[in-house]
């Protein structure tokens, strides 16, 4: 199986701020990596698919990079319905795998 | 807008058995792939099993595998999950999931709200 790893676990951030969230995949997955949003109580939301493309109706401080087997979700001028967990899952092979998730919360 | 409305979810006692449905709508399901992913509480997100659009390919994850059965009905919209010999671990929300259109990548774009199962003596 393809084990996916995030960093931070946690993190806390102030509105306005720029955080980065990092996704690591073992082996490789080439761009087979997607970002979900999960706030408390509620269903995950894909927030970027293929690691860099952007969902229908997500805005645009939500952004996903790829180096190699590292990826990066950023989020650019934090507001307050983004403190939430965010995970990474790739859909390279079966069975898919989601990373183990990053809560943003208020600092 | 996609609408997952799954339902079934409940208590029951390990080794038991337990059936939950999706009911899919404002949106034509047969031609989508479908997943079960479920989430343990307090934990974080795990697949468990995928049905092609026509029911022709199945997977499933390996902690479920022989135990848990999915299907669908086109012609009534809608997915199961067939759970048999329940363990306290598979206490968790289950949620159904629809899988992206038919391209170069694939994800999940479309979550239904998710039903809680218990397995408790």
């Known amino acids: 199986d393809i084990l996916m790893t995030q960093s931070p676990s946690s993190l806390s951030a102030s509105v306005g701020d720029t955080v980065s969230i990092t996704c690591r995949a073992s082996?490789?997955?080439?761009?087979?990596l997607n970002w979900y949003q999960q706030k408390p109580n509620k269903a995950p939301q894909l927030l970027i698919h293929?690691?860099?493309t952007l969902q229908s109706g997500v805005p645009s401080r939500f952004s996903g990079n790829e180096s190699e087997t590292n990826f990066t979700l950023t989020i650019r001028s934090l507001q307050p319905e983004d403190f939430a967990t965010y995970y990474c899952?790739?859909?390279?092979?079966?069975?898919?795998?989601f990373g183990p998730g990053t809560k943003v919360d208020l600092k | 807008e996609v609408l997952l409305v799954e339902s079934g979810g409940g208590l029951v006692p390990p080794g038991g058995s337990l059936g939950l449905s999706c009911a899919a709508s404002?949106?034509?399901?047969?031609?989508?792939?479908m997943n079960w992913v479920r989430q343990a509480p307090g934990k974080g997100l795990e697949w468990l099993s995928y049905?092609?659009?026509?029911?022709?390919?199945?997977y499933y994850a390996d902690s479920v595998k022989g135990r848990f059965t999915i299907s669908r009905d086109n012609a009534k919209n809608s997915l199961y999950l067939q759970m048999y010999s329940l363990r306290v671990e598979d206490t968790a929300v289950y949620y159904c999931?629809?899988?992206?259109?038919?391209?170069?990548?694939?994800?999940?774009?479309?979550w239904g709200q998710g039903t809680l199962v218990t397995v408790s003596s």
């Open positions: 049905i092609s659009s026509g029911s022709r390919t199945i």
């Open positions: 082996p490789t997955i080439s761009t087979y």
């Open positions: 999931v629809r899988g992206s259109p038919i391209g170069a990548s694939y994800y999940f774009d479309s």
């Open positions: 899952q790739q859909s390279y092979n079966i069975p898919f795998t």
């Open positions: 404002q949106f034509t399901f047969s031609n989508y792939e």
């Open positions: 293929s690691a860099s």
